[in-house]
């Protein structure tokens, strides 16, 4: 069984203690008994008591100031030698704990457990225990008597004999190897365990298991009130309560109690997730950052600025980022683009849920959406039309995204870098600097401030990630790279799709135009798509510019212009629209010539081919005669009043009664 702390182990007694080398200072500065406290009287004793005549135990040793004598302690007096020995055995030594864990005994498994159940401060006192007893064994071992030998021991280590002689019969007929277990002090309490009313007991856990968090004084105040309407006057005492709570109900349920559910899935290890087998560019992580520093924009507005940054999970090296007000598919979509171009393609994607990232427009298709409703008809999204899997955070779960470590460290070493003194806001309300909102920082330096921090982070060395193992992020990157890391290189068509933008709306039912945003968009040969729904792609950035047009099966029809509203009174948008309507009947005009169809003169001719019979004469059955009108009189008196003409005329006089003139 490990322990906790180290040991005081003295050393064994052997002869080999004594087999030491001292010159005359040397001598003199150990203070012994029988050896005088000076150089020259322990020089003279050498001489008086022959330790030269034995070359074996004298030698010479070449010094800084010449060649001097070395004695060995065997010449001393024996007074001398046993309070060498004495000083050896009371020094103690610090033993690894595994020394003293090899040598446990499997007969005293009971002992050495509940060792390992007692506090650092028990097991400390056990092993001062044990050093007294090594002390005292190891001057019995040179002679000492051992009362005499405890009384020197207890001296030096401020233990009565009384003690020290109890301490041995703790260990009395026990293994050496199993004497620290059995020295731990074994204290017991006393007398016998309060009664708490299982009532008063279930109303106290009850009221302290609760979001609030009351403390144990206020709840063991309403345990008394309660206790009192009872008629019941003695309770425990308020620790009694504490100690009983704290000993019986689990940490778990104490956190799902006071702190949330949430919280206790912080109490288990982090999963270790190895990245060892991708490499460069295989998969990013994507989320957004709102920094603690006030930043002026260009319309004059001062805010904290957002950026949505995406960082590579193998090398953890910050590849791009966008700044703005708020977080966005937009800014999601600027940064992909600055990605593609930079650095490729990756395989995958790490993002959580956010808006900006779960947007149609970003990943639009992909079926593991956590937002919107999925229609099968939904444009495909940035990611996967361009092939890369998207892998979901849990939502609420920073560790799941490794780029959340990077925020923290932008946050603790740019943020409040001098750049931005005055502007920086603290990393909460409660933590705001005294020299709060002083300045603000222009867009454009904050960019420039962040491009170079952000490269020196990617730069540092020293990083202690899994692939970095001291070197830099940048390091990691390109020796990933360096080895063949295979990576997707973005083409115009990537950065097309990257750049714009994509939603899926019905055209025109008449002339086949596309209204987005307030706008309208038209180009010759949409007409024949009008009342399907089609795919655009565009700039949201810009909505004032073309935008292009897709049919139901992501076939490109072509570029849209936009149709832009004019003034009633415009006479020069008059005049270019009357072109654009004249440059499309040209065209119209060119395409029906195109046809190579005949004209009327040529379909006479044709007819006049055909024959030319001659048509039979046809003669009328009645004859009506036809008289010239006189001089003076009335073209309707030349007529032949007939009973046919009579009854025409009364019919339209009728119907022209009832008509009247309107304007």
Request: proline letters at 6%.
């Given at each position: ?22 010159s ?8 012994l008994?029988?050896?005088?406290r ?19 135990k ?22 001398a ?59 019995v ?39 620290l ?8 309490g006393?007398?016998?365990?309060a ?13 302290w298991?609760?979001f ?64 060892a ?10 989320d ?39 977080e ?48 099968p ?18 939502p ?45 920082i ?41 080895a ?66 897709y ?34 009947r ?44 006189r ?16 009854d ?15 304007e």
């Amino acid at each position: 069984m490990p322990m906790s702390i180290a040991i005081a182990h003295l050393a064994p007694v052997t002869p080999a203690a004594l087999d030491a080398w001292y010159s005359a200072s040397d001598l003199a500065e150990q203070a012994l008994p029988g050896v005088p406290r000076t150089k020259r009287k322990v020089t003279l004793l050498a001489k008086e008591a022959g330790w030269s005549r034995d070359p074996a135990k004298v030698r010479q040793v070449k010094g800084l100031g010449g060649t001097t004598n070395e004695y060995h302690a065997s010449l001393l007096p024996m007074s001398a030698q046993k309070e060498l020995m004495r000083r050896a055995a009371l020094a103690p030594q610090n033993v690894e704990p595994s020394t003293v864990v090899a040598l446990q005994s499997p007969t005293n498994a009971a002992k050495w457990a509940a060792f390992e159940a007692l506090p650092a401060a028990r097991k400390a006192d056990a092993a001062k225990r044990l050093a007294v007893i090594q002390a005292v064994e190891a001057l019995v071992s040179l002679g000492t008597n051992k009362t005499r030998a405890i009384q020197i021991v207890g001296d030096e280590h401020d233990a009565s004999p009384a003690t020290i002689n109890l301490w041995f019969s703790l260990i009395r007929g026990v293994a050496p190897c199993d004497r620290l277990a059995h020295l731990a002090p074994q204290t017991k309490g006393g007398g016998r365990k309060a009664e708490i009313d299982a009532d008063l007991w279930q109303l106290y856990r009850s009221d302290w298991l609760r979001f609030e968090k009351p403390t144990h004084a206020a709840c063991y105040w309403r345990v008394q009130r309660v206790a009192a309407s009872r008629g019941i006057t003695i309770i425990p005492s308020a620790k009694t309560f504490q100690r009983k709570l704290e000993a019986e109900t689990p940490l778990h349920i104490i956190i799902a109690c006071r702190e949330g559910r949430e919280r206790v899935g912080q109490i288990i290890p982090a999963q270790i997730r190895s990245v060892a087998k991708l490499h460069a560019m295989h998969t990013v992580n994507i989320d957004g950052h709102v920094w603690d520093v006030f930043v002026r924009f260009p319309d004059g507005e001062i805010k904290r600025p957002v950026m949505v940054g995406i960082q590579d999970v193998f090398s953890r090296k910050l590849l791009a980022w966008r700044v703005d007000k708020s977080e966005s598919a937009v800014l999601t979509r600027l940064a992909f683009a600055d990605l593609f171009k930079n650095y490729g393609v990756p395989i995958g994607c790490v993002l959580d849920n956010g808006r900006a990232f779960a947007s149609k427009w970003i990943t639009g298709g992909a079926e593991t959406r956590f937002r919107f409703k999925i229609r099968p008809d939904d444009p495909l999204g940035l990611l996967p039309s361009l092939g890369i899997a998207t892998h979901w955070a849990t939502p609420y779960h920073g560790q799941a995204k490794p780029i959340e470590r990077y925020w923290r460290m932008m946050c603790n070493r740019i943020a409040t870098g001098p750049d931005f003194a005055g502007a920086y806001t603290g990393n909460s309300p409660m933590a705001k600097p005294e020299n709060y909102g002083n300045s603000a920082i222009p867009l454009a330096d904050f960019e420039r401030i962040i491009a170079r921090e952000i490269a020196a982070l990617n730069a540092l060395q020293g990083r202690r990630t899994e692939m970095a193992k001291g070197g830099s992020f940048d390091d990691v990157f390109s020796g990933s790279l360096a080895a063949g890391a295979p990576v997707g290189r973005a083409s115009e068509h990537h950065m097309r799709i990257a750049l714009l933008a994509a939603d899926r709306l019905f055209a025109d039912r008449k002339t086949g135009a596309i209204n987005f945003a307030g706008n309208r968009y038209w180009a010759d040969g949409l007409a024949k798509y009008a009342g399907q729904r089609l795919t655009i792609r565009f700039d949201p950035d810009n909505l004032h510019s073309s935008v292009f047009a897709y049919d139901a099966e992501d076939r490109l029809i072509g570029e849209l212009p936009v149709w832009e509203a004019t003034g009633f009174l415009d006479i020069a948008a008059a005049k270019t629209h009357a072109k654009l309507v004249g440059d499309h009947r040209k065209k119209v005009r060119a395409a029906v010539d195109a046809e190579h169809l005949l004209d009327a003169a040529d379909i006479a001719r044709a007819l006049a081919d055909l024959g030319s019979d001659d048509v039979p004469e046809m003669s009328p059955q009645v004859l009506r005669p036809v008289r010239p009108a006189r001089r003076g009189g009335s073209a309707a008196a030349a007529v032949a009043v007939t009973p046919e003409v009579t009854d025409f005329n009364d019919r339209f006089r009728r119907a022209s009664a009832s008509l009247r003139l309107v304007e």
